[in-house]
């Protein structure tokens, strides 16, 4: 049986989560589920009306799925800690000592699906970058190798997770009102698989999009530059029709690579108690004001880790006139239509 890490206070997990974090986490979830709704809504109304549905476009949905299945599991973690005594002295000093599947299938749930959203943002800002200058479809074999990254390496990771015994309740060091690494495995094996499932990739993606954004600002450089260089009259329809396409569609691509910044901005809470976690795990070193500071980044990623569907469904419905009018007038004409009917049966009666 593993024993808590020897630079862990037990007294610094007690009492640890309060209703606040539970009820962030409860409104974030909920918000993220309904939006991806929303945002599956969506996609279906503009398909019906004829509007040609790209393929980053179809990736979004896939990253959105991601979402919410992993709000879904943040939701039910924090049901859980309504009722659960995770924060006791006695199951503290236990250190867990026996199984909880739900926490365990939350814990899969929430690790697979949060895995699968980093995947996904990272495919569709490489997407981006690599058809910025060729819009055509990707190959086959390449979109089941996005499909394998962006599922089967999560789903490989996770399956290893549980077959190691190491998912489980960490006692919010480094979550929040859930389940993810069990805090009873050593130091080095906690902060290990902290990062192989979940933190390292995150990271990865933080640095790879950003990447992927300044090469494609770097290309559209480029091109505006060779523009001025070229005489556009001289060159034939064919490639005026590329060069202006070329001009003209980061408008559209712009909002697909802000994905990774919403990330960011939701997420750099948990990266940052993450790795003050593990440098105060590994180093024995009493980082100043640091149980302030935790309980306040906490409160900040307890809503910010389940939110990510919800901050897509603002960018790509709520904030998309486009979408926005589709939304409203598939809403609105529907209405109308039921207000009609009886009208229109009064008509008949009377006649």
């Given at each position: 049986?593993?024993?808590?890490?020897?630079?862990?206070?037990?007294?610094?997990l007690?009492?640890?989560?309060?209703?606040?974090?539970?009820?962030?986490?409860?409104?974030?979830?909920?918000?993220?589920?309904?939006?991806?709704?929303?945002?599956?809504?969506?996609?279906?109304?503009?398909?019906?009306?004829?509007?040609?549905?790209?393929?980053?476009r179809?990736?979004?949905i896939?990253?959105t799925?991601?979402?919410?299945?992993?709000?879904?599991?943040?939701?039910?973690?924090?049901?859980?800690?309504?009722?659960?005594?995770?924060?006791?002295?006695?199951?503290?000093?236990?250190?867990?000592?026996?199984?909880?599947?739900?926490?365990?299938?939350?814990?899969?749930?929430?690790?697979?699906?949060?895995?699968?959203?980093?995947?996904?943002?990272?495919?569709?800002?490489?997407?981006?970058?690599?058809?910025?200058?060729?819009?055509?479809?990707s190959?086959?074999?390449?979109?089941?190798?996005?499909?394998?990254?962006?599922?089967?390496?999560?789903?490989?990771?996770?399956?290893?997770a549980?077959?190691?015994?190491?998912?489980?309740?960490d006692?919010?060091?480094?979550s929040?009102?859930?389940?993810?690494?069990?805090?009873?495995?050593?130091n080095?094996?906690?902060?290990?698989?902290?990062?192989?499932?979940?933190k390292?990739?995150?990271?990865?993606?933080?640095?790879?999009?950003?990447?992927?954004?300044?090469?494609?600002?770097?290309?559209?450089?480029?091109?505006?530059?060779?523009?001025?260089?070229?005489?556009?009259?001289?060159?034939?329809?064919?490639?005026?029709?590329?060069?202006?396409?070329?001009?003209?569609?980061?408008?559209?691509?712009?909002?697909?690579?802000?994905?990774?910044?919403?990330?960011?901005?939701?997420?750099?809470?948990?990266?940052?108690?993450?790795?003050?976690?593990?440098?105060?795990?590994?180093?024995?070193?009493?980082?100043?004001?640091?149980?302030?500071?935790?309980?306040?980044?906490?409160?900040?990623?307890?809503?910010?880790?389940?939110?990510?569907?919800l901050?897509s469904?603002?960018?790509?419905?709520?904030?998309?006139?486009?979408?926005?009018?589709?939304?409203?007038?598939?809403?609105?004409?529907?209405?109308?239509?039921?207000?009609?009917?009886?009208?229109?049966?009064?008509?008949?009666?009377?006649?």
């Amino acid at each position: 049986m593993y024993k808590m890490g020897n630079n862990t206070d037990p007294g610094d997990l007690i009492d640890k989560i309060n209703m606040l974090d539970i009820v962030l986490t409860l409104a974030g979830a909920s918000l993220s589920i309904l939006g991806a709704f929303v945002l599956f809504f969506a996609h279906y109304i503009r398909h019906k009306s004829g509007k040609p549905t790209d393929e980053v476009r179809q990736f979004l949905i896939f990253l959105t799925v991601a979402d919410m299945f992993n709000a879904f599991g943040l939701l039910s973690g924090a049901a859980r800690f309504l009722n659960s005594k995770d924060s006791t002295d006695d199951k503290v000093a236990a250190c867990h000592r026996y199984e909880e599947l739900g926490c365990i299938a939350q814990s899969y749930i929430t690790t697979l699906f949060g895995m699968s959203s980093f995947f996904w943002t990272t495919i569709i800002a490489f997407h981006l970058f690599w058809t910025y200058e060729d819009n055509s479809p990707s190959s086959i074999k390449k979109t089941l190798l996005y499909h394998f990254i962006t599922w089967g390496i999560p789903f490989a990771i996770t399956t290893a997770a549980v077959s190691k015994n190491v998912l489980g309740s960490d006692l919010s060091v480094g979550s929040g009102a859930w389940c993810w690494i069990s805090a009873c495995l050593p130091n080095y094996d906690r902060t290990l698989w902290m990062t192989i499932s979940g933190k390292g990739w995150e990271i990865l993606m933080y640095f790879s999009c950003c990447a992927f954004y300044l090469l494609i600002k770097w290309r559209k450089i480029k091109i505006r530059r060779h523009r001025r260089k070229m005489n556009i009259g001289s060159l034939s329809p064919s490639q005026t029709a590329v060069q202006s396409d070329v001009e003209t569609k980061p408008h559209e691509d712009i909002r697909f690579l802000l994905l990774w910044l919403i990330e960011v901005v939701l997420r750099i809470f948990g990266t940052i108690r993450y790795l003050t976690a593990a440098v105060r795990r590994h180093t024995a070193k009493e980082i100043k004001n640091y149980n302030t500071v935790d309980k306040v980044l906490l409160h900040f990623q307890s809503f910010g880790d389940s939110a990510q569907a919800l901050c897509s469904c603002l960018l790509f419905c709520i904030f998309d006139k486009e979408i926005r009018n589709l939304l409203k007038d598939n809403f609105f004409c529907n209405q109308k239509r039921s207000e009609k009917r009886p009208l229109l049966t009064r008509q008949t009666t009377v006649c």
